[in-house]
């Protein structure tokens, strides 16, 4: 019989492996039960909604075959940012946010039952569907700033908050690699009208999840925070955030600039490569799984140290990525380059929108949201106009590769400023980094 000798080491639990548990390897947000159900429905209605956009774009594409008002659909889509996001952000400190966003819903659930049955219906008059453009844009509008004022009521932990950013822009962007897919292969076998009829039925998800989350209905402002509810208190709150002062205009650039590249993949897909609507799908997805990567990576952190870094050099990244997918003329270069250009402009606007939202309290969350998004999808649908009326005039090649160029000088910009400034700690201590 073997014997232990008295100076070998006795077994302990120590030296038995770690076996790691499966929630190791997920998004601590997904330790809310609320936040898991949240995600099954967003997940549903934001595939839904890329779905929606694609046909969306080639249905206007293929009645007109012009690139301005191919441009002009994302102007319509987005420009209600601009001003009706704003306004948004004092309703959502005034009412509750779930009834509000589950409200928001059903009116987006409605706009795409009725694209649906136009299309189906075989109308074929512009106005119509830019004028439904206009309804939706609304709709997302008010839809994006409450649906994330709403996330740390989600998940209950103010320390969980960047990680249920992520999550939710990593869903936003696996639509945007699949939903595209998806589209270009119902748009070959079927009709935009069964795109538009999807979309519809996916808001079921989402208003489903809400209903049976049963969140807390949150207050209403106190007195002394109804003063800040003009827009020019709130503005004057966000100008004495540094991560707004210094981060902020480079994040309005990407989405002036790079946000357009969606809108104007029909022509470029046709132009560039002679493709038609499938691969107008692969080009997105392309783009969205560089997205989705980020997101995930963005998800999986535990502090933001590493949205700070990204927040620096993701925009001059980006911008570098587009002016060389402008000069491209091989496909097999042109989707790594997508992906590389939606995986930092995707950190640009996550990082910054994570950092944004930890400088604030509770109180004050709806309206610098509301901002947030003014600056940054409100500069969308004037990149769309602008980048379409370029493109139709001094050709795609040329409009993409100043819209990188100007991408990358607005974060060499935002770097010069931070260093000239010193103000690198003042945005570390502004979120506790």
Known sequence: MNQRRDDEPSPTTSDAPVRRRSSDFLPPAFSKPRFRLFSAGQALSVLGSWIQQVALSWLVYRITGSVFLLGFTGFLLQISHLFIAPVAGFLIDRMPRAALLIGINIWLAVMAALLAALALAGVETIWLYLTLAVLIGIGNACEAPTRQSLLGAIVED????PSAIGVNSALFNGGRMIGPAIAGVLLTRF????CFLINALSFIGIIGALVAMRLPETQALSLTAARGFEVRATLQRLASIPVARYLLPSASAIALCALPLNQLMPSIAVEYFEGDAGLVGTMLSASGLGALIAALFIAMQHNHHMQFRLVQIA????????????QSQSLWISLPLLSIVGAFVLSTSVSTNTLLQQSVGDDWRGRVIGLYFTFFLGMAPLGNLISGWLASHIGLAVTLFLNGLVMALAGLAAQLRLHRDGAREALKESVKI
Not at 158 to 161: E, F, I, S, T, V
Not at 191 to 194: A, I, R, T
Not at 315 to 326: C, V
């Open 191 to 194: 009709s935009e009208g069964v």
């Open 315 to 326: 925009p001059i990244l980006a911008g570098a990525a587009m002016m060389a997918f402008s």
């Open 158 to 161: 103010r320390a969980l908050l």
